[in-house]
């Protein structure tokens, strides 16, 4: 507003970067280092996660990113970003090829950076700075760039923040148009997600099977009562998140 009435704009540009600066601060503090996950549950996340012919992710941090790269070796995963230069999200790299699995980060997450433009692009390791290292610093030259998160109460918030970025729109579309059999591992898919359920039942021929941690009778039935009510499968399942190869207890970090 002030930059449109034509009035300094510089200290609450200033105000911004200095929460940015502490957020990124309290995020690398809590954020577990690549360092403290051994290579075997990398590597198995990677291989789980490449048994999908699509991923969809609400997650922020940077475990699945990592999983993905995993000893430098992305294949068969696919992002669609640029390869080289500033990794940019290229909507002109949305078709998928044989052997390819793409992922879609549907709320953003810690290597994605969304500039005063709008474009969309992802961090790189350099030689000084891990991704980690980076996230909440200023961008050089870009002084609206900001972490892409997507982190509204409610699904409606949350919905209007997604349709105004272009690769998280992209991404949320891509889950309404595939009709695959879908696992959710992970998500409650509470109230504050119901865009997401709105997305699943845009394919409502599919099959569904939820995740759910242990518990009672008592404690498990309303919690799929109210899910079975919201979500239109043709075919709905409910298991253990511990049986699961991503619920695994040995996939943990180094003390």
Known sequence: MNEALGLDASRIYERYRSIQRALGHAIREVHVSRSRIPGTTLQAIHDELARYEWIFTTSY????????GH????KPF???????????FDPEREDVYEGEIPVHFLHGALHLVVGG?????????????????????????????RPLLVTEGSAHDKLRAIEGNEYLSHALERLR?????????GSRLGDNDQHLIDALNEGSGRAVAISMLPGSKRELAPRQNDIYGRVDAEDLYFFDAGTHPLGAPELCCEP
């Open 61 to 68: 941090d940077l475990i699945v990113y990592w999983a993905m």
């Open 71 to 74: 000893r430098g070796v992305w």
């Open 78 to 88: 696919v992002d669609g970003f640029k390869h080289g230069g500033r990794l940019e």
């Open 117 to 145: 433009s709008g474009a969309t692009w992802k961090l790189k390791s350099g030689d000084l700075q891990t991704i980690l290292d980076q996230f909440g610093d200023a961008i050089a030259g870009d002084p609206q760039a």
């Open 177 to 185: 148009t595939i009709e695959l059999p879908a696992v959710v591992f």
